[in-house]
């Protein structure tokens, strides 16, 4: 959900430099600034996610900010030369050389860190319906469903920000339709077009999902560990589908038209000036002697008489003291504000290693899952490909010892009983022992020694460990639960063994 977002804000970014590109043809949206758009939405949404608190120094805000300014520049001066030097930030804010890169950058700065705000807070609300007990969480959870007056639910975490996106973005669109601008690149613009809807509908489903889960969990609600898994490839097909919809949608579709709305524009406002009543003109007043036509002479313009010294004196007197007080009264607020703001900087700048490393902690954690997920999906097209490859060669009556069931690699112990004992089931169904839904962990823990007779102790070990993990109120002590672990992975490698070797039985006969 993360990536989602930073891949969503860079998106907005890019898109909108093109538009500014297309619409002020004196300027073109340069190579680099994909680069840096992309590393400013990473390191916002994972900073404002992960590691911005209420202890967090406002320091490093403003080092993004001059971070930013510093690679824009640096950026702008490699590829061509300006009139006026580097530090003159002045001039550089009217050059739209400068002011184009250094505002998307910035927008899109803003934009994710957006995105990692709603994402903390999401977390804090995780935490708090921990503390929480399970029957007022019930309620929240049937709010899901059915939503309530005047409140909000999960699914409107990022929904606004989404729909509104989109109707901009199809009002710049439909502008740069009717006016007749060719774009370039068709089909980079499709492209983040594609990325802007995909990331967008990812983020709001990962939410939904994210929400859901939380709930669940703190309501002790068992629920299949592969639902993460499944929904995800939902929503990304939902996704695709969508995408290729709206890339084949002319863009240009409205039922309401532009020329419809100048019209009526124009009209409303001919209405308002014609039904307009007419202002009487206000006579003016003459301000001339009554005997003759010559200037109005005021009293105090009769004779110009020089003021006195001790007038002058005083004037500069009160000029010095109102001045000097209200210097010294903007100089003490503004130094007490810089001590203030420095003390608790001071205070706050001593986490700042603590929050570099959790920065780092998050965008490795991310990766790795996002690699994982990837990972995974590959290796199940894979195993899909190969089992229908070996049905294949089955069924054009191939001999079946040339082809072999493809092999998969075991999966590693569990670290938990419960996981463990959900491997012996699923293991055990695999050679035809399947437990039935009125069986009780002890019953199938016997038919379990009937079939692997060899290992009788361990499965009565590990079956009176799994009684105490379930039932009891208390952590298991770390001795029994490493001896219960122990024996139930003697016991699912016997399963495996049998299993193979009725594999290899079934291809050599």
Request: proline letters at 5%.
């Amino acid at each position: 959900m993360t990536l989602a977002c930073a891949l969503f804000s860079w998106a907005v970014g890019s898109l909108l430099g093109q538009y500014i590109s297309l619409f002020y043809g004196d300027w073109n949206f340069p190579v680099w600034l994909y680069g840096l758009l992309f590393l400013l939405s990473f390191e916002s949404v994972f900073y404002s996610a992960y590691v911005l608190s209420p202890r967090t120094p406002l320091t490093w805000r403003f080092l993004e900010i001059g971070l930013m300014w510093f690679l824009v520049t640096i950026c702008l001066r490699m590829g061509r030369s300006f009139s006026y030097p580097w530090w003159a930030v002045w001039r550089a804010a009217v050059d739209k050389a400068f002011l184009f890169p250094f505002g998307l950058a910035f927008l899109t700065w803003s934009i994710a860190g957006g995105f990692g705000q709603q994402l903390s807070r999401m977390k804090r609300i995780a935490d708090e319906l921990g503390d929480q007990a399970a029957s007022t969480i019930s309620w929240e959870f049937e709010s899901l469903a059915l939503k309530p007056e005047n409140s909000s639910i999960p699914l409107e975490y990022f929904l606004r920000r989404w729909v509104g996106f989109a109707v901009l973005f199809a009002g710049l669109a439909i502008a740069v339709r009717r006016s007749g601008i060719q774009i370039a690149s068709p089909f980079l613009m499709a492209g983040l077009y594609t990325l802007l809807l995909g990331t967008g509908l990812v983020a709001q489903g990962s939410a939904y999902l994210e929400r859901l889960a939380t709930i669940w969990e703190q309501i002790g609600l068992e629920y299949p560990r592969v639902l993460t898994a499944n929904w995800i490839r939902s929503l990304l097909i939902v996704s695709l589908v969508l995408m290729v919809l709206i890339n084949v949608i002319p863009v240009d579709f409205s039922p309401l038209t532009y020329d419809d709305l100048v019209r009526f524009f124009f009209s409303l406002l001919h209405r308002f000036s014609a039904d307009s009543p007419a202002l009487p003109e206000v006579p003016e007043e003459d301000l001339s002697p009554p005997g003759g036509g010559g200037v109005l002479q005021l009293p105090w313009q009769a004779d110009e008489e020089e003021p006195p010294m001790w007038a002058g004196i005083i004037a500069l007197l009160y000029i010095v003291v109102f001045v000097g007080g209200l210097g010294m009264a903007v100089a003490v607020f503004v130094g007490f504000v810089i001590v203030t703001f420095a003390q608790s900087e001071l205070e706050r700048l001593r986490g700042l290693p603590k929050a570099a490393v959790q920065f780092y902690l998050a965008v490795r954690t991310a990766f790795q899952q996002a690699y994982s997920f990837v990972f995974s999906g590959f290796r199940s097209v894979k195993r899909y490909a190969a089992t229908k490859a070996w049905s294949l060669s089955r069924s054009q009556g191939e001999p079946e010892g040339v082809y072999t069931s493809p092999s998969r690699r075991d999966d590693p112990l569990a670290q938990d009983i419960r996981g463990a004992y959900r491997q012996l089931v699923q293991q055990a169904t695999s050679i035809g022992l399947v437990q039935k839904s009125s069986e009780t962990p002890g019953e199938f823990g016997r038919q379990l020694q009937q079939t692997v007779p060899e290992h009788e102790p361990e499965i009565a070990d590990f079956i009176d460990a799994y009684h105490l993990a379930r039932y009891s109120h208390h952590a298991l002590d770390d001795r029994l639960t490493a001896r219960a672990l122990s024996a139930a992975g003697s016991v699912l490698s016997s399963l495996r063994r049998m299993v193979r070797r009725k594999q290899i039985d079934r291809t050599t006969d």
